[in-house]
């Protein structure tokens, strides 16, 4: 295999060559060459007008179905998925069917995964069955591949267990990820609480019922000393609070999903079901503020929320419709112009979220192995239904533009050119 990357700008902090426009030759999975105007015959050429390189993304939550729900996605489909979306490593919640609470489904994960050609990382329940009543088997699930802790879309309300949790993590140096939902204050709720659910006569989902769980659990932090990662971050004060924990000394990081740097209350009042999502699009204010968040740098990753599910589940009323869309595939074209900055956008997709959960850094260099996403973030392109990869299609951007285009992946010795 020889692929041969031409004139591609390289965005990675850690390698010598960053922001250096080069030519990068590939052969069996490891980078042979960087220099200027490479000749080899025998290579697959890519080049694009604004070509751009950097070490593979990595998403920090995405749930692709398998075991149990293959009929929404398979963790082949996910692979594939998330490759076409410029992403060499997936991080995947438990809820499956069964649930990942114990080692050997960590080790099924793993091992199902190994030929497909993005890095699969499950997570592991902090709970047996993602219930919430007794922990899970953490230690021994970590000594076996999880990266993280997290009962993913059944976020944690047992402040008890919660502590537990957390100083199982902070024993194992391992992180717990919370979605931040206090379930009692938002358990009937349908979309964010305020001027539009009124008009539109659903009932809402309070941002008090973020805030409130996201305030308890620096709480706990503060109490244990542990790492804990908050993601879909949506509303201002919520923000603010991990701002502040972060300031005062805490191991806290935080994420937030394209959907809410793009989306706001305001694009609901057509009841469309695949904005029907949890946490809920808040208002514009939030929204604005969040994208002010990510360009001072308070947030830390970008996480997908990639949730593949079938098409009875949206074509329906929006009452019984379910929360969630996919994103791995759309992710770079939604936010590249909300964040308007190739650098952050890229440390956040790569070197922050390795950091953060203790993966392993790739580089740029000569004899390096080939972890790559290659992207031209001044292509705009219509999202049609035809490029999906994953199984399920509940995309709000078909037939959107987007701006910013992912080309390829080279990841294991396998290339995807799209």
Known sequence: MKVLLQKAKIVCQHSG????????????????????????????????????VSTGWVDIFAQFCDPGYEFRETLESGSNAAAAGGFTDVMIIPNTNPVVCSKSQVEY??????????????????????????????????????????DGTNPLQDANIMIKALQYALATNSVIIQVPDEKNISAHGLINEGVISTQMGLPGIPAIAEELMIARDIELLQYTQSNLHITSVSTQKGMELIANAKQAGLAITCSVTPYHLHFCDEDLTGYQTNLKLNPPLRTKADMLFLRSAVSKGLVDCIASHHTPLHWDDKTCEFEYAKYGMIGLETLFGVVSPVINDIELLVSML????????????????????????????????????????????????????LHGKVLGIINKGKVLIN
């Open 17 to 52: 060559y960053h922001n250096q426009v080069k030519d990068i030759l590939i052969v069996d999975g490891k980078i042979h060459q960087i220099s200027n105007d490479i000749i080899s015959e025998d290579a697959t050429c890519i080049h694009a007008d604004a070509l751009h």
């Open 109 to 150: 994960i793993i091992q199902k995964s190994k030929s497909l050609i993005s890095t699969i990382h499950p997570l592991g329940a902090i709970t047996k069955n993602a219930e919430g009543k007794a922990l899970a088997e953490m230690y021994d699930m970590h000594s076996s591949g999880a990266v993280a802790f997290t």
């Open 350 to 401: 790569t070197e922050k979220p390795r950091t953060t959960f203790g993966l392993s850094i790739p580089t740029i260099e000569e004899g390096a192995d080939a972890c790559l996403s290659f992207f031209d973030p001044t292509c705009n392109y219509t999202f049609e239904e035809k490029m999906i990869q994953s199984t399920s299609k509940n995309s709000p951007f078909i037939g959107k533009t």
